[in-house]
């Protein structure tokens, strides 16, 4: 695997240099909307903020900590998980074109989501919403997994086709709640685009405590993951237990996209985008690939984030944007139709 020992030269590098970008844009970010804020003062109100010391501006502090950084720690973390389940996916189902939805996984959380909106279950500051949500995609997930293993096993033919079959019954449903959701039709439709608006900490406290969990394993099986991408019997005489590391990474890639959509909604090419651009940098080794596409993942998801929130004279769900920018790429992608072999055994 050529490509994979080239790339070890320089992935540390892009690691910092990702990690500093993602700092700069998180307190560009934070000094920008309706009330502009120098870079300075953002600064400053994290600092008095860390300490604990009364802020000299209360309201500047109001907004730049309780109102836009749980927003922008929310939409970056988000961008992470999706970005790092990319990674997952499109390694373990040798599919250049998988991503967190390619099980289904949206498809339940939004299904969850939309049961909780018709019957108005919004209690605990709306916390009921995301839980529904994040079952929907646990539910999905483990009929995907049951479809698959009686066909046959964990094959990767068989993970992608039972959940184009789960997704295609999913939306139905989703078709026919909105269908009988008469005036709350509206609030569906507008969870179903995405978005970060009204972030609280507690969001971007469960958000990160989930993605990072399951980041950590996924790192565990970075090696196995390469491994797998020789085929099944290749990996299993190098040590490997491919149905075992399969499933875990599934469960573990599935888990991050579920509580991401949990929390914002659907947000769909995240996880197409991030992992080719940076494959295209960092090659096929999937130990370097997962940290940088994290990384890369949380800045493009928060400048998309905040392009919409403080640029656009009206505020665009996220989901829209990020859709207007992935389908074009999606399309260039399946046009220039990737081989397994280029893209993932180097």
């Given at each position: 695997?050529?490509?994979?020992?080239?790339t070890k030269?320089?992935?540390?590098?892009?690691?910092?240099?990702?990690?500093?970008l993602?700092?700069?844009?998180?307190?560009?970010?934070?000094?920008m909307g309706?009330?502009?804020?120098?870079?300075?003062?953002v600064?400053?109100?994290i600092?008095?903020?860390i300490?604990g010391?009364?802020p000299a501006?209360?309201l500047?502090?109001a907004?730049?900590w309780d109102?836009?950084?749980?927003?922008?720690?929310?939409a970056a973390?988000?961008g992470a998980?999706?970005?790092?389940?990319?990674?997952?996916f499109?390694?373990?189902?040798?599919?250049p074109?998988?991503?967190?939805y390619?099980?289904?996984i949206?498809a339940?959380a939004?299904f969850?989501?939309?049961?909780?909106?018709?019957?108005?279950?919004?209690?605990?500051?709306?916390?009921?919403?995301?839980?529904?949500?994040f079952?929907?995609a646990?539910?999905?997930l483990?009929?995907v997994?049951y479809l698959s293993?009686?066909?046959?096993?964990?094959?990767?033919?068989?993970?992608?086709?039972?959940?184009?079959?789960?997704?295609?019954i999913l939306s139905?449903?989703?078709?026919?709640?909105?269908?009988?959701?008469?005036?709350?039709v509206?609030?569906?439709?507008?969870?179903?685009?995405g978005?970060?608006?009204?972030r609280?900490?507690?969001?971007a406290?469960?958000v990160?405590?989930?993605?990072?969990?399951?980041?950590l394993?996924?790192?565990?099986?970075?090696?196995?993951?390469?491994?797998?991408?020789?085929?099944?019997r290749?990996?299993s005489?190098?040590?490997?237990?491919?149905k075992r590391?399969?499933?875990?990474?599934?469960?573990?890639?599935s888990?991050?996209?579920a509580v991401?959509?949990?929390v914002?909604?659907?947000?769909?090419f995240?996880?197409?985008?991030?992992?080719?651009?940076?494959?295209?940098?960092?090659?096929?080794?999937n130990?370097?690939?997962?940290?940088v596409?994290?990384?890369?993942?949380a800045?493009?998801?928060?400048?998309a984030?905040?392009?919409?929130?403080?640029v656009?004279p009206?505020e665009?769900?996220?989901g829209?944007?990020t859709?207007?920018i992935?389908?074009p790429?999606?399309?260039?992608?399946?046009?220039?139709?990737?081989?397994?072999?280029?893209?993932?055994?180097?």
């Amino acid at each position: 695997m050529p490509v994979i020992e080239d790339t070890k030269k320089s992935p540390a590098l892009i690691v910092v240099l990702l990690g500093a970008l993602l700092g700069g844009v998180i307190v560009a970010s934070a000094g920008m909307g309706f009330l502009s804020v120098p870079y300075n003062q953002v600064l400053g109100v994290i600092w008095e903020r860390i300490l604990g010391q009364n802020p000299a501006n209360p309201l500047v502090s109001a907004i730049v900590w309780d109102v836009r950084l749980p927003r922008i720690f929310t939409a970056a973390i988000v961008g992470a998980g999706l970005s790092l389940s990319g990674v997952v996916f499109q390694g373990i189902l040798k599919n250049p074109l998988a991503d967190p939805y390619t099980l289904g996984i949206s498809a339940g959380a939004a299904f969850g989501a939309c049961i909780a909106f018709l019957f108005n279950m919004s209690h605990f500051q709306g916390l009921s919403i995301g839980m529904f949500a994040f079952a929907g995609a646990i539910i999905t997930l483990a009929v995907v997994l049951y479809l698959s293993n009686s066909v046959g096993g964990y094959s990767s033919n068989n993970l992608i086709l039972s959940g184009i079959i789960v997704a295609a019954i999913l939306s139905a449903g989703i078709s026919f709640l909105k269908y009988v959701a008469d005036e709350r039709v509206s609030v569906i439709i507008f969870w179903l685009m995405g978005s970060f608006a009204a972030r609280t900490w507690a969001d971007a406290g469960l958000v990160l405590v989930f993605v990072s969990a399951g980041t950590l394993v996924c790192l565990c099986f970075g090696r196995g993951l390469n491994l797998m991408a020789l085929g099944d019997r290749a990996a299993s005489s190098l040590g490997v237990d491919v149905k075992r590391a399969r499933v875990i990474l599934l469960v573990a890639a599935s888990l991050i996209a579920a509580v991401c959509v949990s929390v914002s909604g659907i947000i769909g090419f995240v996880g197409l985008l991030v992992p080719h651009m940076m494959r295209s940098v960092m090659g096929a080794d999937n130990q370097w690939l997962m940290p940088v596409s994290l990384l890369a993942g949380a800045v493009l998801l928060l400048c998309a984030d905040t392009f919409t929130r403080a640029v656009l004279p009206t505020e665009l769900p996220i989901g829209v944007l990020t859709a207007l920018i992935g389908g074009p790429f999606f399309c260039y992608v399946f046009k220039r139709g990737f081989s397994q072999k280029s893209e993932f055994q180097g």
